[in-house]
């Protein structure tokens, strides 16, 4: 295999703690406690060798990296080497001034959550009272200080009614993007899935709805569409690529691949406390297992479409398939697809009741 | 809640005078030795064309200069390369990667 080119993007959890519970959060079932937590030092080194990389972004996640207070901190080192700081926050509990505080410190972009378009909705899948309202104060905050805002909604049975109701609520808001992403199924939103699958109807009824407003608002709001897995044609470019160009740090400094790359048994991750962040980009063993097209098995090995989507998520093959090798179901031509279908059919039960969610929190999830 | 502010799709015009918002920035990548651009969630890759049009992007040059100075670089005729240039900057402003 040829050396990979230089990385363009981390995502940086900074922490896995978080006031919300969603329950389709993209952190791992077994969450990571703050005493394993990366010191300041730590990040603001592994960010000097991610400028040094050729790095070009870092996404400030989470949990919510607003309850690091070294925050500011972190956002100037990066924003010293030019590296474009992305916040990625739940918007809550946050002091006043803070969001100016990260602007002055260098802050490029921020991408707010919403769970749902009103106060109700949110509240059920954050499980916390009064989150609607600090997110809206959150909102006008990132707007006063001048900086671009993205509304970022997952959608899933209990909100996919509301995409309309979140367009409105983006332009309300004065939000320069928003998006519409359909949950992704693996971590907590596999533990959920039942829960949260959307109807086919609903589904199709959502895409008229973005496709129309994408060219009504045509130069007024950008709306990304994550299309949900399990009803689209060909699967998306997880990452696009597996360790091509983006890769995430854990809160203890793990580098990994994706989000859910520890649920593939046998991958060897590296922790940036031992080694060099360049040394890890180019030979971790975990970021050479997918890296590239040689893995792949038929249909992807010999698809048209192998360097346009890289075989789809690794992490949902080994969820659906059994095999993190595999095509990825969500596509066509996968002999699973119609499995998947069938999963997402048998979902579509007219419950409505989030009674039995299993919230997002330490010791929640069902092993 | 208050009424929501009134946003209209901006129009690139030759008398326009593009300019990157504070939050896009066209920067030299050393590694690579390449001109990026940045923005919210998006890092581009503008070739030797694109990034001709982008650094002329300050506030202060009107589209119509940008062309001439762009035929004269490119020993194009004005008529040529000005829908071009139009297009390119429309797509960006459609884009929220351009103002005027």
Known sequence: MTAPGPPIGMLAELTHRCPLQCPYCSNPAKLLKANTELETADWIRVFDEAADLGILQIHLSGGEPTLRTDLGDIVQALSSRGVYTNLITAGVNLKPGRIMTLKQAGLDHVQLSIQGATAEVTELIGNMKGAFEQKMATAKAVREAAMPLTLNAPIHRHNIHQVQDFIELALQLDADRLEIANVQYYGWALINRSKLMPAWDDVMRQIDIVEQAREQLRGILLIDFVTPDYYAEFPKPCMGGWARDAFMVTPDGTAMPCHAAHTIPDLRFDNVKDKPLGEIWQNSAAFDAYRGTDWMQEPCRSCERREADFGGCRCQALAITGNAAATDPACSKSPLHEKMLKIAGQTQTPNNNSDSFAYRRIGASVE | ?100
């Open chain 2, 1 to 100: 809640m208050t009424p929501a502010p009134v946003r209209q799709r901006l129009e690139i015009r030759s008398a326009s005078k593009p300019h990157l918002p504070c939050h896009v920035r066209l920067q030299f990548e050393p590694v690579r030795q390449a001109w990026a651009l940045l923005s919210p969630e998006k890092v581009m890759w503008p070739d030797e064309v694109s990034h001709d049009i982008l650094k002329r992007c300050d506030g202060i040059t009107t589209v119509d200069q940008m062309i001439c100075e762009l035929a004269a670089e490119y020993d194009a005729p004005e008529e040529t390369i000005r829908g071009d240039v139009l297009g390119f900057l429309q797509t960006w402003a459609d884009r929220k990667l351009v103002l005027a």
